[in-house]
């Protein structure tokens, strides 16, 4: 197999040193990094043994080599003893594989098998716990002239997983100088090939995959969809390049069908921790990224003496409780699981606190993983108790699944427990006194033991759960076509002739949705097909007959409709049609090819033609077809330069459509369709009727408010009185009333508030009617002896139609609270002055 875009052509590339050039074809490693590997705790024993045999077989191939060059030293002529030929097949290639790679040890074992005289593999393994960029700029950085780079790890959309970090958009900018330094290992010709789900999948990816080219100067090549196994939607195409690839894919033909995982599930990262007796808590720091994120949780009590875990925190986010197991011997074990959907990307601490501190040890594992479904992540928790040396419990999964399984031992004693087959053990601690551990993974299957092996028999716990990848994958079609009779009735679809089939999804919970037929119509579940309301089934309607389809009995051939089908979590192959051929039958009515169309609100003109309105009639002229139209309810036609007339002028023929002497303008209403009834008949009087053509208006957003209520009576002084759709409010016949604008002026004896703030100008004089009813619009009166008050305002909705020039009117009732105030207050009089009468000149008072 090879990458999309791959010319049947080789290089020919200088030889490498003559060392490396005379070895049997083979996989070689690097024996400094494989040093550090095989010092390193986190990786698995299997794989220390393979790396062991392959350098031993290094040795081996080296002396030969040696050997041989000795035996050949004298063939070599003086003339030709320091020239070497730079010419030859031979490419030399590195594969870089993650191990969180599912099963990358089988990778190994292929590559080693996939090397011939024309392909030399180096194959480094990229540390997953730690700093992919560092590690890969290192490794980069001691060779050059290299033809590819194989570079294989778990994929999402537009991301690619290294070591604990994500190669994307983002981390593509922070890192450019150290990635512009990968090209400089390349030859001018080299080719980078990424090996991971969906990293080209979307335009985002295929840009990241771009911008890779552009800074390593390299060809690219990437996935656009699911890699690894085909059983599970799988394949090994990189379908998106960006330059000329050469390179084939470094894996087998075998591998690629044999391969039973695929790149989906990540193991993100792992951290651990113990909790020794007379502890209740810990806090354990663990990083977290990728995408489609899931945190599982395991933790193991020896003896629990009735403790259990209270509580999980990870950056304030609780965990919830899978499942837990206590054991009922006399020193009962413990085991729970806790998870966590989308744990926040980072490093953060994981706080696990317990429910007291009686306990006799407890272990702590943190798992994260990534392209995890995240509405349903997980499977159905299971667990199992047992005094014996062999701990285990059957998880029920399936292919594409991750199992993820804890097991806890009650002994005072330090011992390792080994994983079974299959599984990657990721921790086996002992926590003071009586508290032995483990956890591992597996590749899911449809039933998956989880089991580890102990020096003895012991009390023990195990518990499991299966984590599932990520929905991403498309339906595909098996079948989309169907034969029936002219004129045929009620013909139920089924599985022969309309099946779709998704590797990630039930397949009975497919969802069609569907455009109508033109020469017939569909039935779903009881009910006309209608566009946007009786347009979807399932595919267990279909099974269940719910789907009929019946010809319309013209002289048509063929019928379809266009239809796209999509699993529950919306992932849609779209673009489809299903074919539907009818058998004839002797007739000579016209059929309908189209008879909708779709218009602007207020489109003026619009000439009908072949695309909207067409018939067919099969011993027939078509163009001199004859149509008799009732006229429209929202709008008018125009039929031949003059405006419809009931049986004066409601005829015209399919040449007159072809001419575009039809014309159809909308009344500018708010309506969302019209239509008119209309036949169709040939020369000879062979009459189609009843039929009706559609049109679907596409509504404009142009009209302005209107007032319902303007104004308000108020008490004097009063403070605080919120305006209400009572007292304010507009309509508009196409928007949301809520969402109108209101724009106001002041008023002049009080005071407004919008929203909490004081009115102004620019600044806060706008509101919705949303917040008149939510009661944010305030007046407060300043108590002056007036009788009313008032503000001016505009009204338009969002799509910018005001009504402007308008006046809030304020009544405001009098109260008499004023006390009075002198005018007048005294007189004079002569002496001896008798009767003098007081008038307003001498005492007076106002009020």
């Known amino acids: ?60 191939q080296r002396l030969a080599l040696l050997n041989k060059t000795n035996d050949d030293s004298n063939d070599i002529q003086p003339e030709n003893a320091g020239s070497i030929d730079n010419t030859s097949d031979l490419t030399v290639e590195l594969v870089i594989i993650d191990t969180a790679t599912p099963d990358y040890q089988v990778l190994l074992d292929d590559l080693m098998g996939n090397a011939d005289e024309s392909r030399q593999f180096e194959v480094i393994l990229l540390d997953s716990t730690s700093d992919g960029f560092t590690q890969l700029s290192d490794i980069l950085s001691e060779r050059q002239g290299l033809d590819a780079i194989h570079l294989i790890s778990h994929g999402a959309d537009g991301q690619l997983s290294l070591g604990t970090n994500q190669l994307d958009s983002e981390s593509l900018k922070s890192n450019e100088e150290a990635i512009k330094g990968w090209g400089e290992s390349l030859s001018a010709e080299g080719d980078l090939l990424i090996y991971g789900c969906d990293l080209a999948s979307t335009e985002a990816g295929q840009e990241l995959v771009d911008e890779l080219a552009l800074l390593t100067g390299a060809d690219v090549a990437a996935s656009d969809d699911l890699t690894g196994n085909s059983s599970a939607g799988g394949d ?22 044999d391969y039973a995982e695929t790149l989906a599930i990540g193991e993100d990262n792992t951290s651990t921790d113990t909790i020794p007796l007379s502890s209740s808590s810990t806090s354990i720091s663990h990083t977290t990224s990728g995408s489609d994120r899931l945190m599982l949780v395991g933790i193991s009590f020896g003896w629990d003496q009735g403790e ?6 990870y950056n304030g986010d609780s965990l919830t409780r899978v499942g837990f197991l206590e054991g009922t011997s006399g020193n009962p074990t413990r085991t729970e699981i806790w998870s966590l959907v989308a744990p926040d990307s980072g490093t953060y601490n994981v706080e696990v606190d317990l429910t007291g501190s009686s306990h006799r040890g407890a272990s702590i594992g943190v798992m994260t993983f990534d392209g995890v479904d995240q509405s349903t992540p997980l499977g159905t928790f299971s667990s199992a108790q047992g005094d014996s040396s062999t701990p285990s419990t059957t998880v029920s999964s399936a292919s594409g699944e991750l199992v993820f399984g804890v097991m806890s031992v009650d002994w005072n004693g330090d011992f390792d427990s080994t994983a079974g087959a299959g599984q990657t053990e990721h921790w086996d601690l002992f926590s003071n006194d009586k508290g ?31 984590i599932k990848a990520a929905d991403d994958d498309t339906a595909t079609v098996v079948d989309q076509s169907m034969t029936v009779t002219e004129g045929a009735t009620s013909v139920a679809l089924d599985l022969t002739t309309l099946e779709s089939t998704d590797t990630d999804t039930d397949d009975a919970t497919l969802i069609y949705t569907v455009g109508n037929v033109s020469n017939g119509s569909l039935s779903i579940n009881g009910s006309a097909w209608a566009a946007g309301t009786n347009d979807t089934f399932t595919q267990q309607d279909i099974i269940d007959g719910n789907v009929l389809y019946t010809h319309d009995d013209t002289n048509t051939t063929s019928d379809s409709f266009s239809y796209s089908v999509e699993d529950p979590t919306g992932n849609q192959l779209a673009g489809q049609t299903f074919s539907i051929t009818v058998t004839p039958v002797d007739d000579d009515t016209a059929t309908v090819v189209d008879q909708s169309m779709t218009v602007a609100e207020g489109a003026t003109n619009v ?31 125009f039929i031949n330069g003059s405006a419809w007339a009931a049986g004066t002028n409601d005829t015209f023929t399919q040449q007159d459509i072809i001419d575009g002497n039809i ?7 708010n309506t969302t369709s019209d239509s008119f009834s209309y036949s169709v008949e040939d020369l000879t009087g062979n009459q189609l009727a009843g039929q009706t053509f559609s049109i679907t208006v596409t509504p404009v957003d142009d009209d302005t408010a209107t007032v319902v209520d303007q104004s308000m009576t108020v008490a004097e002084g009063v403070t605080n009185v919120a305006l209400d759709l009572t007292t304010l409010e507009s309509t508009d016949t196409d928007t949301d009333d809520a969402t109108l604008i209101y724009t106001v002026g002041n008023v002049s004896n009080g005071s407004l508030s919008i929203n909490g703030s004081a009115w102004a100008a620019g600044t806060n004089d706008t509101f919705t009617q949303q917040d008149i009813i939510d009661g944010n619009i305030l007046y407060t009166h300043d108590d002056s002896n007036t009788t009313s008050d008032s503000f001016s305002y505009s009204v338009e909705d969002p799509a910018g139609n005001q009504l402007a020039g308008q006046t809030y009117s304020i009544t405001v009732t009098p109260v008499d609270d004023d006390t009075a105030t002198v005018v007048d207050q005294s007189m004079t009089v002569a002496e001896g002055a008798t009767n003098v009468a007081l008038d307003l000149t001498t005492l007076e008072s106002t009020d």
């Open 436 to 466: 032995n551990s483990a956890g591992s993974t597996e590749a899911g299957a449809a039933s998956v033991v989880t089991s580890w092996s102990i020096p003895s028999s012991y009390d023990w716990t195990a518990a499991g759960v299966s």
């Open 663 to 669: 014309l159809y303008t909308h009344d500018d209403t």
């Open 236 to 257: 090994w195409d990189l379908e998106y390049n960006s330059g000329q690839i050469e390179t084939e894919v470094a894996l087998s033909d075998e591998f690629q069908a």
């Open 308 to 313: 259990s875990v209270d509580t999980i925190t």
């Open 1 to 60: 197999m090879r990458a999309s875009g791959w010319f049947n052509k080789r290089k020919h590339k200088k030889h490498p040193p003559a060392l490396i050039e005379a070895l049997e074809p083979r996989v070689l490693y690097s024996a400094d990094l494989l040093g550090a590997v095989l010092d390193s705790p986190t990786l698995e024993e299997p794989l220390t043994i393979e790396a062991e045999e392959v350098l031993a077989e290094l040795k081996e």
């Open 607 to 637: 000439a009908l033609d072949l695309t909207t309105l067409e018939s067919t009639d099969t011993d027939t002229d078509d163009a001199t077809l004859i149509y008799t139209v009732g006229n429209v309810s929202n709008g008018s036609l």
